[in-house]
């Protein structure tokens, strides 16, 4: 259970109705089974003791007996069993009968929790057998022992103080009020729902969105299990239908019309992280009962997967739509602050890389917005000392198809007198020969904004901000930066989206030869007419440093942490040394370059992870980076990781 990661298991068991004897042993198994599995929480579903179909049969003495018995017989048959459970059956209390999941470790009967809310309408009769659950917790007879019977428990594991569970019992997530929001904000980090839950079409996508949404709207775990085959299918069909979620996410979802288990790995740092920064997640203290019972400590082999690409939806058709999304709200960003500035003129420079390509396309899309003609946009060429033919073509290539107004000016004359105004060596290709050339090309457009009245439109991206990558007061510098929170790894796919959907086969392939081009700021001379300086040879793979950023300022997670979870996403793309090598380059950087995005342009935030300083990134310039870099140079930790 290290770095805050749980297995979780729903299970669906093929029981018989009314045949206790059969069930109890069929459950028994299968905690057995899922606790071999590594997991800790096991779910099954409502009623399985007996089933969920029994009818009038719960009206029956010998049926409750033996039920009670049958709860027993599971206890001690699991007493060995490193996990809790949550077990469906029918329990008399008081003279009524309530149904309830039974939450059973290590042989000991921990409490009851019994069902809120009692359907009798449609195909649901339970008020005929069922009482509405009290949420006062009172005490209860069992098997000589008085467990807890309540709504508002909370079983809280001992050697895992991260780990509160809260059940809730089919209809009760249907309802109006679920007892779920009172349980996550008195502290329960997992709910578990025993449902059966029959099949009707369509209803398997609306308990996906439920069960989904709830986890999201409570930022927990939510394990779901329910009736499958074995239960009558006199009237109704049971599908089996289990979920496993976390805050909005499916970590795991069982095929329906068959029995079986699901596992996955609930992160309950990640969860503990997102309650502490939604401020609107209000915390109570309605006087819930805090069971106590402990798991073991062991390391938890993960299945869930990691995408490499946390940026970039993965189905095409989700990715065809973010991508078009986000050229939208690129370009209303920019049309909002022309409009608002009186401009009808923005100036761009265009190096034939995507940043530049990305950033023109948007400007020409905020035009067509406006109804102004694209030849208002200046579109500057600069070569420099590092252009290459390849880029310069295809730069003077787009700006011809975008119908924008093109301008040439060469920086290298300028650039080499102010060398020698200040005694740098032409032969001398350190920082200062680089930034050079960044700050000259960012004074002409400035210059020329003033000449047209325009903005000039900044081209860097968020991966770029996030390792500082940029000259201060160079290409960091612009008006207004349309790519400030478009990570690299997405660029790639809007330029891409671009070309599939632009209907022009010129514009098209110049698109596609931007793509294949190297990552470049072509501040160093080309060798043999080629690109000398790569991106990504200097400071390492983009979709590596994109994953960093992600996982840290999104997830919250440690570097330890981080490092785990990418040699999970990474397996087989990148080895863990080299893994390693560029996480720590990652957050040298990230800390030390913390002055350049303190004083950013304007720009648009698209995404859920953005370093702007008036919105998601109040971090300070003078930040140490010494104990993320000790997690990751502790030798232990990081293995054990």
């Known amino acids: 259970m290290r770095d805050g990661f749980l297995k979780v298991a729903a299970v669906t068991p093929k029981i018989r109705v009314a045949d206790v004897p059969y069930n109890e042993k069929v459950i028994a198994k299968e905690i057995l089974a899922a606790a071999d599995q590594g997991a800790k929480v096991i779910v099954l579903p409502e009623l399985c003791v007996t089933g969920y179909t029994c009818g009038d049969l719960f009206l029956q003495e010998t049926l409750l007996k033996r039920a009670e018995q049958g709860l027993s017989y599971i206890a001690e048959a699991t007493k060995d069993v490193d996990a809790v459970s949550f077990v469906g059956l029918p329990l008399s209390h008081r003279g009524k009968l309530y149904n309830v999941a039974a939450a059973v470790s290590r042989g000991r009967v921990l409490g009851f929790v019994p069902k809120r809310h009692i359907p009798a309408y449609g195909e649901f009769y339970e008020t005929r057998y069922f009482t509405p659950g009290m949420e006062d917790v009172t005490e209860t007879e069992w098997n000589g022992s008085r467990p807890w019977i309540g709504t508002r428990q909370l079983f809280c594991c001992e050697t895992m103080p991260g780990l509160k569970i809260a059940a809730e019992i089919c209809e009760d997530l249907w309802s109006p009020e679920p007892p779920g929001i009172r349980h996550a904000r008195n502290g329960a980090t997992v709910l578990v729902n025993l449902s059966a839950s029959n099949e009707t079409t369509g209803k398997d996508v609306y308990r996906r969105d439920l069960v989904c949404g709830q986890s999201a709207r409570l930022l927990c775990g ?226 020329i904004a003033n000449q047209t009245g325009g903005l ?138 913390q002055f350049k995005r303190s004083c950013l342009p304007d720009g648009p935030k698209v995404g859920s992870v953005a370093v702007s300083p008036r919105g998601d990134l109040r971090m300070p310039s003078d930040a140490c980076v010494r104990v993320w870099m000790e997690e990751l140079e502790d030798d232990d930790a990081v293995q054990e990781g």
């Open 222 to 447: 939510y394990v779901y299990a329910s009736a499958g085959d074995g239960e009558s299918t006199q009237d109704l069909v049971f599908s089996g239908h289990n979920l496993i979620c976390e805050d909005g996410h499916i970590l795991a979802e069982s095929e329906r019309f068959a029995c079986g288990t699901i596992c996955s790995e609930i992160d309950l740092a990640r969860i503990a992280m997102e309650r502490r920064r939604m401020t609107s997640f209000e915390v109570r203290d309605d006087g819930y009962c805090e069971v106590p019972f402990s798991l073991g400590t062991e390391e938890t082999t993960l299945t869930r997967r990691f995408t490499p690409t946390p940026f970039v939806p993965e189905s095409g058709e989700d990715r065809r739509k973010r991508c078009d999304e986000i050229l939208t709200m690129q370009a209303y960003g920019l049309k909002k602050r022309l409009e608002h500035t009186g401009c009808t003129s923005a100036v761009v420079g265009i190096s034939g890389g995507l940043d530049s390509t990305l950033a023109l396309l948007v400007t020409v899309r905020a035009f067509d917005l406006l109804g102004i003609p694209h030849e208002k946009i200046c579109a500057v060429t600069m070569p420099g000392f590092g252009t290459t033919d390849r880029t310069y073509d295809n730069a003077v290539k787009l700006i011809r198809a975008l119908g924008a107004g093109l301008k040439e000016v060469s920086i290298r004359e300028a650039v080499t007198v102010h060398f020698k105004d200040i005694g740098q060596e032409m032969s001398v290709h350190d920082v200062t020969y680089e930034n050079a050339q960044a700050r000259e090309r960012t004074q002409i457009l400035m210059d």
């Open 456 to 593: 000039v439109i900044g081209t860097g991206d968020l991966s770029e901000l996030a390792l500082g990558w940029a000259t201060y007061n160079g290409d960091h510098m612009s008006m207004y930066g349309v790519n400030g929170s478009v990570p690299k790894t997405l660029v790639r796919h809007l330029v891409r989206y671009y070309a599939d959907t632009c209907g022009d086969e010129s514009l098209r392939q110049v698109l596609l030869d931007v793509l294949d081009t190297p990552v470049s700021p072509e501040l160093l001379p080309p060798e043999d007419g080629k690109i000398s300086q790569k991106t990504e040879d200097i400071v390492g793979p983009y979709e590596l440093h994109d994953f960093f950023l992600y996982h840290m300022l999104r997830q919250g997670f440690g570097p330890r942490k981080v490092y785990r979870v990418a040699r999970e996403a990474f397996a087989g793309m990148y080895g863990e040394e080299e893994i390693l090598r560029w996480l720590k380059t990652f957050y040298r950087r990230f800390f030390s370059q």
